[in-house]
């Protein structure tokens, strides 16, 4: 599933080709897509709206239409693309010659329609939790999620608690802060706290700016790869030698997710 470092590649990418073009025609080939609105309801709502801005909420791209926006969550397969493709689940025409297709192997990605003025009130923004790079993102608020009995790793995963990260970046992000996954959350002294606080960042920023992670299926609008997968210390290494102190990965399973750690370094 793209996490937040995919999604936000997609959002810049969006922003600098359709920010300020006008949706002259929507096709929904996919019904199940669309989960509170019909594809007659979404062409009323957006169809000659200017695209004000592209926005990213957790792993949901947001596009502003002014009065109206319109959320989509990729799920495990979703795709979008400026360049033609078999089998669309939507397309979206804009202004300049510009057409967005959308394809999803799985079928499970999902897309809301929402006034503008309320879209972090209404699902399924509304039950998110503090996010990395935004102000509620504070070592205070992190600190306070910690104080249950919660596996660590679970906790990360929890887009309740703390929306964005997903299986990727919550393995890579415990390496670094040398924390093994299977702690207790509230037996994380406050110095491990902060590390891993400051991490949780750091891996995510440090994915960005490599456009993302290419395990299996994401790509870019370009339909190019990601480069962070070059620079994974743990996920998906299972058996491999740690990058620290040669000790073989180790893959578990925890709430039906893979974890991968360093028995050694992860303590």
């Given amino acids: 599933m793209p996490e937040l470092p995919e999604v936000e590649t997609l959002r810049r990418a ?106 972090h009130e209404l699902p399924p923004l509304a039950a998110l939790g503090i996010e990395p790079f935004q102000p509620s993102y504070t070592f205070k608020n ?50 491990e706290a902060r590390r891993l606080f400051a991490q949780i960042e750091k891996v995510l920023a440090q994915a960005i700016a490599k456009q993302g992670t290419s395990v299996r299926t994401y790509r870019g609008l370009t339909g190019e790869p990601g480069g962070f997968q070059n620079f994974l210390k743990v996920y998906d290494r299972a058996g491999e030698p740690c990058v620290r102190c040669r000790t073989p990965i180790v893959r578990i399973e925890q709430g039906g997710r893979g974890t991968y750690f360093c028995p050694q370094c992860q303590s």
């Fill in 14 to 119: 969006l922003a600098q080709e359709l920010e300020g073009r006008t949706l002259n025609a929507l096709k929904i080939y996919e019904p199940r897509l669309l989960q509170n609105a019909s594809e007659q309801t979404l062409q009323r709502a957006l169809v000659g709206r200017r695209l004000r801005a592209v926005k990213r909420r957790a792993k949901f791209l947001l596009f502003d239409f002014g009065e109206n926006t319109v959320i989509l969550h990729l799920r495990m397969t979703g795709w979008l693309t400026l360049s033609p493709i078999e089998n669309p689940r939507f397309v979206f025409e804009f202004t300049g010659n510009k057409t967005l297709y959308f394809h999803d192997t799985r079928r499970l990605a999902t897309l809301h329609l929402v006034p503008s003025a309320h879209a």
């Fill in 142 to 191: 992190f600190r306070a999620l910690l104080q249950t009995d919660q596996e660590i790793k679970r906790l990360l995963l929890d887009q309740r608690k703390i929306a964005g990260i997903g299986n990727i970046y919550a393995c890579e992000a415990l390496f670094a802060s040398k924390i093994h996954p299977r702690r207790p959350a509230m037996s994380l002294s406050r110095s």
